[in-house]
Each structure stands twice: as structure tokens, then as C-alpha cells.
T-cell receptor, first 115, second 109 residues
Framework: ETGVTQTPRHLVMGMTNKKSLKCEQHLGHNAMYWYKQSAKKPLELMFVYNFKEQTENNSVPSRFSPECPNSSHLFLHLHTLQPEDSALYLC??????????????FGPGTRLLVL | GQNIDQPTEMTATEGAIVQINCTYQTSGFNGLFWYQQHAGEAPTFLSYNVLDGLEEKGRFSSFLSRSKGYSYLLLKELQMKDSASYLCAVKDSNYQLIWGAGTKLIIKP
């Protein structure tokens, strides 16, 4: 059982489509993350939200747009994606405290295929 | 640059012991994590080391040497369900997680 849920689990979209990925955490955490996972590559951190404020944006293309309306929900809006954006998109949450490296808990991911 | 190295793939036999190594070069160190990820599923937390030495948790143990920039995950009494990818990650001086590419462990009967 996981305290982090993601929808949809699978998504196929064309390059001109607009879609959104949703993440919800039920753990009472104050930080949420979007990662991209491609085959045989390290997890790539895309965005970090801490107390609903975006604190990291690792040079992610503007065709990815995050939204964090509250500390429990996180969205990733997608538009005009490229085939190389096909990957597993993972959401995670953690309880961040000053100076403490807290464990991240992951959702099951959305498997995205861009045609 | 920051780098985490771990073997791409390993094979072991059911009931045996396997050691998965991880070496890191990061700007600062604030702890090392091991995660397990079954195919198509979420990574799940296995262990956390911040001080040198061995942490044991059931069939799984994790070792850290900060002076050598080295860790390993030891899996004993291997079971078929242990077939998964094992991810090593280090928190750097900015408390950002730096991830390895993962080691795919294949267990054979």
C-alpha cells in the first residue's frame, strides 16, 4: 500500500495534445516532487514544491508546467511534448525539516508515451 | 560534477547472498538511501545510512564508508520476489537527492 497515488497510470498522447498528470499524497507531508525516469538512466528531478512553493526547477522545458494547489496535490501539465519525453513520471513526497534528509515516498508513476 | 555509480545488472541464485555496490562523488554528504523498485511499480524505501558501518534490517543490510565514498546493499537468503532494481541515492550538501541509474537484480531458481 502506498500513501502516494498517481493518475493516470498509463497515457498515450500526440505531440499536439494537452494532458495533465495528477498526484495526491495522504501522508501529511510538506514537500512534493516530480521525477522523470527513463530506461537505464538515473531518476531526473524535475520540480520540487515545499509548503506549496516551488523551490526547484531543474532546467525543465516549458512544455512541462507544474501546479501545486495545496500540500496534498500536485499536477504536471503537459503540452506539445516530444517523443523523447516518453518515460515514467514519478511523484514523491516527504516531510522536510531544517537540515534533515527525510525519506521520499513514491507513487506508482504514470507511464507516458508520446507519439 | 556529481556522480553515483552502481552495476547495471546482476544475477544471483535463489537462497544465495548478493552484494550490490554503490560508489559516489558528491558535493557534500547528508546520507545515503537504498530503494527497491519492482518493474512497473514505485520505488520503495529500504535503508538509510548517514554514519559509517553496517545497518541490518532482516535479510537486508546496508554498509557505508564515507571516507571511501562507498556503500553496499547485502541481500541474504535470496527469494524470487527480490528480483527488482535497486537504486542508490545520496543527499548532497544542499539536501538534494542524487540518484544512481539502478542495478537490475535477476534471481534464478
Amino acid at each position: 500500500e502506498t500513501g502516494v497515488t498517481q493518475t493516470p497510470r498509463h497515457l498515450v498522447m500526440g505531440m499536439t495534445n494537452k494532458k495533465s498528470l495528477k498526484c495526491e499524497q495522504h501522508l501529511g507531508h510538506n514537500a512534493m516532487y516530480w521525477y522523470k525516469q527513463s530506461a537505464k538512466k538515473p531518476l531526473e528531478l524535475m520540480f520540487v514544491y515545499n509548503f506549496k512553493e516551488q523551490t526547484e526547477n531543474n532546467s525543465v522545458p516549458s512544455r512541462f508546467s507544474p501546479e501545486c494547489p495545496n500540500s496534498s496535490h500536485l499536477f504536471l501539465h503537459l503540452h506539445t511534448l516530444q517523443p523523447e519525453d516518453s518515460a515514467l513520471y514519478l511523484c514523491a513526497s516527504s516531510q522536510e525539516a531544517s537540515g534533515a534528509p527525510e525519506t521520499q515516498y513514491f507513487g506508482p508513476g504514470t507511464r507516458l508515451l508520446v507519439l | 560534477g556529481q556522480n553515483i555509480d552502481q552495476p547495471t545488472e546482476m544475477t544471483a541464485t535463489e537462497g544465495a547472498i548478493v552484494q550490490i555496490n554503490c560508489t559516489y562523488q558528491t558535493s557534500g554528504f547528508n546520507g545515503l538511501f537504498w530503494y527497491q523498485q519492482h518493474a512497473g511499480e514505485a520505488p520503495t524505501f529500504l535503508s538509510y545510512n548517514v554514519l559509517d558501518g553496517l545497518e541490518e534490517k532482516g535479510r537486508f543490510s546496508s554498509f557505508l564508508s564515507r571516507s571511501k565514498g562507498y556503500s553496499y546493499l547485502l541481500l541474504k537468503e535470496l527469494q524470487m520476489k527480490d528480483s527488482a532494481s535497486y537504486l542508490c541515492a545520496v543527499k548532497d550538501s544542499n539536501y538534494q537527492l542524487i540518484w544512481g541509474a539502478g542495478t537490475k537484480l535477476i534471481i534464478k531458481p
